[in-house]
């Protein structure tokens, strides 16, 4: 897991987008799946440097997952599943810092809704 893409944007985060993260990962709107949840705490627990050698997957299955067999493809997916998060969150940070496109966005939400009163 040490080279995994998911562990470099973690590591770019700073403390408060951590803080933030663990928020967007618990939300349902946006996570329903509480492996992934349990996943993260497991990496969250070595930051900041997130090189500590028990982010091994093997490692975080059994904390994850304790007296079960060790299983590549649920993990690659668990995986997966919080790295495609960690890109929403990126996104939905930049989109947050950018007024002009968010009135652009809800301009155009209005007009496809036909609540042209809004519009004006």
């Known amino acids: 897991m040490f080279k995994s893409s998911l562990l470099e944007i973690l590591r770019t985060f700073s403390k ?3 803080l933030k993260f663990e928020d967007f ?3 349902p709107y946006f996570n329903k799946k ?3 949840l349990k996943l993260f705490l497991e990496i969250k627990k ?3 440097d997130l090189a500590d050698e028990n982010l091994g997957k093997e490692k975080i299955w059994q904390n994850i997952f304790p ?3 060790y299983n590549y493809g649920i993990m690659k ?3 997966f599943d919080l790295n495609k998060l960690a890109d ?3 996104m939905d940070l930049k989109f947050r810092d950018d007024n002009y496109t968010q009135n652009e966005y809800l301009l155009d939400g209005y007009l496809h809704r036909e609540l042209k009163k809004y519009f004006q």
Do not use: A, C, D, K
């Open 16 to 18: 408060h987008e951590m």
């Open 25 to 27: 990962i618990r939300s």
């Open 34 to 36: 509480e492996n992934v």
């Open 46 to 48: 070595y930051t900041p």
């Open 67 to 69: 007296g079960t067999e």
């Open 77 to 79: 997916n668990l995986i």
């Open 88 to 90: 929403q969150f990126i």
